[in-house]
């Protein structure tokens, strides 16, 4: 194809040279593929690309542990286990290598490096993708940096996460769709075929959204394979021994529970009745999002969607993307418009699955934050077709210009708008000061005393703990236990004797007053261990679990609850003055003025928030429950006293700088007299945990 005509520079014939007759399934010695790079200058942007994104991604990544499951990916990598369905065991072997192999940083560190440079490489292959379709760099870099550096990318990319490697399958997906279409004959359409096999089987061996993208292109290769005499049954095999050659990082499952004892780890994949349900995500829904039975339409998902892009790409990127499909369909090349097309089923066949099975309905909070991970992928290739239309516009004015320097000029253009996306979306996405979580969590370890056991539940503070006690080997002696492990069989053959063998389980856990054996709920756990260790929880009690009432209750202590027997008649206020409190001179908050609701860090500001002032509510509601009237008003005396001085304490916290004074209302209203104080504290508690661990609601 010329340069110039809106097409693409191809590499000299001899690249591809035919040297001699072929049958139709000779293996393929006469066919040497495209290069990787067409020329030196190509290669020179693409390497700028790369190299200037992951420098930056670096800089901007956080230090150290992030929020959501970014701390069991870490735990889990380190001993080898097998992580949350369905398992990214390609993930986790390469968090493997190179948490064990790199020799400096800590686990978190190591792997958000590993991220922050996989995007970078992302980011290159946009490049590619944009320049091979349309011919022109300066679309290609525009491309690269403007989704690069929206804030939903960057903040996935700088993270230790499985989305960073899941962005990059989706472009080398699409990069071989191009290489398919413009390989020539049935010995070139046979050998990308076999590449984009292995590509795609090990793309399913990180994200299952994958398939979404595989489908039509799968069903495309058939069609054209069929057209080219090669959909033969030895044809086919070959394509599919690649595709299950892609596959294969799926044995770390069974490798992992036959020959490592991994601390963290799901599953006994011994078994393939386990194997088959983890990869299959059973316990959540198969392409479903959350175990829930909620449902939204096909029809809200995608408009949230559409309203999200616009916001993080502009309406222009929509545009563009519009604009792409009709030069290419109307105007482009037969190549340019088999590869649109593709390219178009892509992006339907994402939004038509995905919308239709993601079980969250009216998302907002860390429920959107879910969403916006998986918009990543339909997001790559919006941006791809837009980056391909502002190119074929970029050659047309070229060709019309006759002027050689325009090259130039849009390339400068292109970088500018990087830079300026950069600029926008910087504030919120600079991570390399975040220390909330790995604060949050070694703050709650401090306070805990020496073996003790702390039931946990949810990523938000799971996560936090295993990282540190596993990844970090941070306060080994505290044993963490996940309440939803200890509802699964395999927690007992596979977990148990390697973290608790001196713990009681007296069957298996089943919350609830009517759980008999073999199953045993929260109060006969109680009865077990209750003389033998400290007992915490850092979850609310289940709703569920209404067995300890009248024998156990949940009293606050720090950031979590303690248990403690109501027939040993401890002392509320006794407790309370004497239990730990948050540090937020040590442990500062993350400011929900930088944070979306969306976010990890808005979660947990929200938390601590509601933590630091539930003691005293606590103390107040307990005073509701007694007779005499002395000791009553003694406790709502006190009560009040402490919700005056936390209030004060934070305000000198905002005068400080080490919180915002907008999220004081969280704690206390502004400039509110002591009995309206308490009035907003009770009130508060009451709408956000309307049943607290059976402790009583009032008013006041």
């Not at 596993?470 to 699964?488: K, L, P």
């Amino acid at each position: 194809m010329a340069k110039g005509k809106g097409k693409v520079t191809k590499p000299p014939r001899g690249s591809q040279r035919r040297t001699g007759k072929t049958s139709e399934n000779s293996e393929l010695d006469d066919y040497a593929p495209e290069p990787f790079f067409y020329d030196e200058e190509e290669k020179i942007l693409a390497l700028l690309v790369f190299l200037g994104s992951a420098a930056l991604y670096i800089c901007t990544m956080y230090p150290g542990l992030p929020g959501g499951d970014s701390g069991e990916l870490m735990a889990t990598a380190k001993d080898f286990g097998v992580s949350h369905p369905p398992g990214y065991p390609l993930f986790t072997t390469m968090a493997a290598i190179m948490i064990n192999l790199f020799p400096i940083g800590t686990c978190a560190w190591k792997l958000n490096l590993m991220s922050s440079t996989i995007a970078g490489v992302t980011n290159m292959m946009m490049f590619i993708n944009v320049k091979r379709f349309s011919g022109s760099d300066a679309a290609g870099v525009l491309a690269a940096g403007w989704c690069g550096f929206s804030r939903v990318f960057w903040m996935w990319s700088i993270q230790g996460e499985v989305f960073s490697l899941s962005n990059l399958f989706i472009m080398v997906i699409m990069y071989a769709a191009w290489r398919f279409a413009n390989a020539e004959g049935k010995n070139g359409k046979f050998y990308e075929a076999k590449l984009g096999a292995l590509i795609c089987g090990l793309s399913l061996t990180n994200q299952h959204t994958s398939v979404l993208y595989i489908a039509p292109t799968a069903l495309w290769v058939l069609f054209t394979l069929y057209n080219h005499n090669l959909a033969d049954t030895y044809s086919l095999f070959q394509v599919g021994l690649r595709g299950l050659a892609g596959l294969s990082p799926y044995l770390q499952l069974p490798i992992s529970s036959i020959f490592f004892k991994a601390r963290v780890s799901w599953g006994d994949h011994r078994l393939f009745s386990d194997f088959k349900k983890h990869l299959l995500r059973e316990d959540f829904g198969t392409f479903r999002l959350v175990s829930s039975s909620e449902q939204s339409t096909l029809l809200d998902n995608f408009m949230v969607y559409f309203n999200d892009s616009k916001t993080e790409l502009t309406i222009a990127v929509w545009i563009l993307f519009v604009v792409a499909m009709l030069i290419a369909l109307t105007l482009g090349s037969s190549k340019q418009r088999e590869v649109m097309l593709i390219y178009m089923a892509m992006f339907g066949t994402y939004h038509l699955v995905f919308d239709s099975l993601a079980n969250i309905k009216n998302p907002s909070g860390i429920f959107h934050g879910v969403l916006e991970r998986f918009w990543l992928q339909p997001s790559l290739a919006l941006c791809c077709v837009a980056g391909c239309g502002v190119g074929m516009i970029i050659q047309f004015l070229k060709e019309k210009a006759q002027c050689p320097a325009l090259k130039y000029l849009f390339l400068s253009l292109a970088v500018v708008a990087v830079g300026y996306q950069i600029q926008h979306n910087y504030e919120d996405c600079h991570e390399n000061d975040n220390y909330f979580f790995w604060h949050f969590s070694r703050h709650i370890l401090d306070q805990l005393p020496k073996r003790s056991i702390l039931l946990t539940s949810g990523d938000f503070s799971t996560n936090t703990f295993r990282y540190h006690t596993i990844g970090e080997e941070y306060r080994t002696d505290v044993m963490v236990m996940d309440m939803q492990f200890m509802q699964a069989y395999w927690f007992y053959i596979m977990l148990m004797p390697v973290n608790f063998p001196d713990v009681s389980f007296p069957g298996l856990y089943k919350p609830g007053k009517d759980s008999k054996y073999p199953f045993y709920n929260l109060k006969t756990f109680l009865d077990k261990n209750f003389d033998r260790y400290p007992i915490y929880m850092c979850v609310e009690v289940p709703k569920q679990e209404d067995s300890i009432e009248g024998y156990y209750e949940a009293w606050p202590f720090g950031m979590c609850k303690v248990f403690v027997r109501v027939s040993d008649n401890p002392d509320p206020l006794e407790h309370i003055t004497s239990m730990p409190w948050i540090n937020l001179e040590k442990y500062p908050l993350p400011d929900p003025d930088r944070y979306e609701p969306q976010t990890w860090e808005y979660t947990m500001a929200m938390s601590m928030l509601e933590s630091y002032s539930k003691p005293s509510t606590w103390l107040w509601n307990k005073a509701n429950t007694f007779q005499d009237q002395a000791l009553k008003k003694k406790y709502y005396e006190t009560a009040m006293n402490m919700m005056v001085e936390n209030r004060k304490h934070v305000f000198d916290m905002v005068d400080k700088g080490l919180v915002t004074k907008n999220i004081v209302y969280y704690i206390s209203p502004l400039e509110k007299e002591p009995r309206t104080l308490v009035s907003h504290n009770v009130q508060y508690h009451k709408e956000r945990r309307p049943r607290d661990g059976g402790l009583l609601d009032s008013g006041v």
